[in-house]
Structures are given as C-alpha cells and as structure tokens.
C-alpha cells in the first residue's frame, strides 16, 4: 500500500478496525524493513504516548505480518537510534587456533616419515619444538591427537600432499595359481592344458594333462574346444583313469607319453621298473 506509512492515528484506528480479520504478509524482507522505519518515523512513534505506541505496534503488525515478538524487536532496535534493517546472517564459528601454514607442515612431516599413526606424529611435532628449538612448530608442538587428523582432512593439506593407497589384495584365494602341496598324500591331481597350433585353418585341439605325482600317474586328454559339451566327456574319462587297478603303481613306475604330429592319434605305454 501505497502512503501507508503517512497515515494519520485516526486514519490507523480506522483501518484496523475495518480490516479486523485480515491479515497481511510482507514478500521483499529488505522493504518490508524499510517501510517499518519509514513508519516509525513519520508517526514519530518515540514522542507519542503509551495508547498511541499500541495502536502504531497492532498497525506494524497488521501491515507486515511479523509476529508481537518480532515488531517489539525492530521498535526497541528503532528507539536505539538505530535504523530498522535486515542483518545478515551471522554463523557462530570458533576462532582457528591453526592456520594454512600449521597444514603445509604438517603435510612436510608426513611426507618425511610416511604419514604415521596419530600418537606417533604427536610426539615427532612435540620433539621437533621442545627438543629441537623449531620456532615454527610452536602451535603444532600443542596439537591433540585428534586434530592431527582433521588437519589431515583439510583443503590446504590435500593440496599439499596427495597419498595413493593400493587395492588391498583379497585373503581368498580365488584364480591363484601355486604349487600342490600333496604331503605324500596321492590323489592330488596336477592339470596343464595347453592348445596345438593351427593347420591349414583348422583350429588345434586342446590338450589336457593331468599328472598324479605321488602315484607317478600321468593322464591325456583332449578336445576340440572348451565348452561343457566337449570337456565333460573328456574329464570323467581321465578321472575313470585315475581310478583304475593299474593306475595304482609304485612309486617307481613311471608313464612314458609320445605326443604326436597332428593328425596322429595319441600312445600311451606304461615302463615298469625293476
């Protein structure tokens, strides 16, 4: 509205009594500070007497939509000699006790001795003034254990210093190829595969070997290509192998395998030694 700060008492008790049960709601919060002091100040609300003040505070009300508490605020801020504005926000924030320097040498004893636990760290800082005489870590000298760490996570310490930690390798062993440890225990099985070259554009075969090394008993096989349908077959015949009365040999029988040339079927021949 328009003049609504230059309204006469009369005309103010006019208005409130005409507009009892309905309310206003200020939009811009910066003109809705100035138009209470514009207010305040053109009814001189600091010469006028105790009735005429509550009729100017329910007009304040009405107009901004401010609550008793907050219009009593703003008039005690305007009786001050203030002018009636909106402050901006102030966030609470502890004083730094550490500044950006504190950060860049904590980042140099890191980097010299590798980033340690925070006790250990504690101590280096500590020795490094007391027993040293190093002037510049006189703050650090000071430091808690747990703010070591939340310097750690600062900007100007990431800056400064920038750690890579390698992937942990995982405890199970999965796909990890080593030696059998049989114990002198037979039904251990070593198995090497390993595919022919090609001839003529036709794909090599795969060939299987498996080798008992306590029994001394050795097993080939082969199949055209690696899938279910070709390596089930071909692995319960091995295993079949394995299980047979003569597969059960000393330890000083040994089995002579002849690989052939391609085309050429497989021979097994069994040596007994005396």
Known sequence: ??????????????????????????????????????????????????????LVRRYVAKMTGLSRAQVTRLIGQYLDGEQVRARGYRRHRFASRYTPADSELLALVDEAHGVL?????????????????????????????????????????????????PTKPTPVSIGERRARQP???PGYLRVDTVQQSDLDGIKGVYHINAVDEV?????????????????????????????LPHSRLSFRQRQRV????AGQSAQQTVDRAD
């Open 117 to 165: 636990s925070g006790p250990a760290t504690q101590k280096i800082l500590q020795r490094e003034f007391y027993d040293f005489g190093e002037a510049r870590y006189q703050r650090l000298a000071r430091i808690s254990v747990a703010h070591i760490y939340n310097l750690r996570r600062s900007r100007v310490y990431r800056q400064c210093r920038i750690s890579y930690q």
């Open 1 to 54: 509205m328009e003049g609504a700060e230059r309204l006469s008492l009369e005309q103010i008790r006019a208005f409130l009594d005409a507009s009892d049960g309905v309310g206003f709601e200020a939009k811009n919060r910066k003109e809705l500070y100035e138009w209470v002091n514009g207010t305040l100040r053109e009814q001189g609300y600091d010469r006028l007497g105790r009735r005429s003040r509550g």
């Open 258 to 261: 002849h690989q052939p040339h």
């Open 215 to 243: 029994r001394q008993w050795q097993v080939l096989g082969a199949a055209p290509q690696i899938g279910e349908a070709w390596l089930i077959p071909v692995l319960e015949a091995m295993l079949k192998q394995f299980s």
């Open 183 to 185: 114990e002198g225990r």
